[in-house]
Structure formats: structure tokens, C-alpha cells
């Protein structure tokens, strides 16, 4: 059971056009259940400063492994349309409170919560985390880098096809001067087996489709 208590609301700035009053609802992100509380009616202009006692009680379920662990504090108005109230809501305004680190980190007294009028910032700033990054599991980080991996076998294929276009060597250049060319040669052959180091995709990355393996190829030697 969960037990949240409103002691002051604040609206700083206009929330919408013609706005009276406002509702403010309590949830539990991914439930369907909604509380609210009675319309409380604001001043020309929309900014308003008020004290509340008004306390919420609602379930609370614990989830160990997944990110829905956020009760969502809403500001909402009425639905009208041409000037008539109609059935629903409209949110004006959301924050979110993390449960988690509210039960592994309690505090005493009381917290200032910032609504979002932008929705888009609220869901992105408030439901997740910078460290969600770290908390994925493993398979999933496993399934990014071999992604990142895959995207560089093109260019590995393309460096690897360029270098031994380098070191083919015809009968007429070997007979034209053989010490220049092979010491030429063996450095495009150091060449390509540092290449070969840096781009093998071993450690991270999809093993190659060829059937002959590149890296089991002895090195070839000139004579």
C-alpha cells in the first residue's frame, strides 16, 4: 500500500486556454486505475498558489525487473468540446516520483515534484534513466555490439580486397629489380597482417560466411 499526501500546488505559468480548474490524479505507471480529486478552481491569469491536505492510497506492486516502478502525478482538466464538459480528462501536466529509490533511499519531510506541460519531456526525462544504458541485460548489449560489428565487415572486406591488389606482383616487375620489389612487397605483406589484426572481427562480431578462413591462410612468401 502505497500513501502519497499533497501539502501545497503551485502552477507557475498558464497550463491552457480558458482553464478554471483543475483536477490533480494519481497513478501507478502501466495500471489502469486512476485517482483524482476534486476540481479546484483557479484565478484569471492560471498562476495560483494554494495549500492542499490531500492524501492518496493506492496499491503499490514491486516489479524487480522491469522499469514501471513510477507513480505518475498528473495535473488534468476536463474535456470540453464546443464549450460543453464531456467525459474525460485531459492531462495539463506530469511528473513522476521513482519508487525504487524511494525504498532503497527514504527520506524525511516533504519533496518538491516539477510537473511537465511537455509530455514529451516528462516521459523522457522522468521515466528514464541515464543509467538504463547499464541496466539492459546482457543479451541485449550482446545483440548491439554485434550490431555495431556487422556494419563494419563491408569495410573490412574492402580494405582486405585493396591490400592484395597491392601485392600482386607480375614476372615482369620481379625480373625488373627483384630486392626493391620484395622489400616492397613484404612491407604490403606486414601491411595487411596488421590490418588483418585490426579488423578481425573476432571479439565482438558475427563470424565471417566465407568458407575459407582468412586468417588461417599461412603467410604466403616470395621467392
Known sequence: LCSLTLKKLT??????????????????????????????????????????????????????????????????????????????????ALGTIDMAEVMQHPTDGGQVLGLHSNMKDASVRDLYDEDDELRKPKKTRRKMIRTTSMTRQPNFKQKFVALLKRFKVTDEVLDSDPVDQTQEAEEDLDLLYESLEVYNPSDSGPEMEDNESVLSTPKPKLK
Open 11 to 92: 502552477v507557475l505559468r498558464e497550463l491552457d486556454k480558458d482553464l478554471n480548474s483543475v483536477v490533480i490524479a494519481v497513478k501507478i505507471q502501466g495500471s489502469k486505475r486512476i485517482l483524482r480529486s476534486n476540481e479546484y478552481l483557479l484565478p484569471p491569469g492560471g498562476l495560483m498558489e494554494t495549500e492542499l491536505e490531500l492524501t492518496f492510497s493506492l496499491q503499490y506492486p514491486h516489479f524487480l525487473k522491469r522499469d514501471a516502478n513510477k507513480l505518475q502525478i498528473m495535473l488534468q482538466r476536463r474535456k470540453r468540446y464546443k464549450n460543453r464538459t464531456i467525459l474525460g480528462y485531459k492531462t495539463l
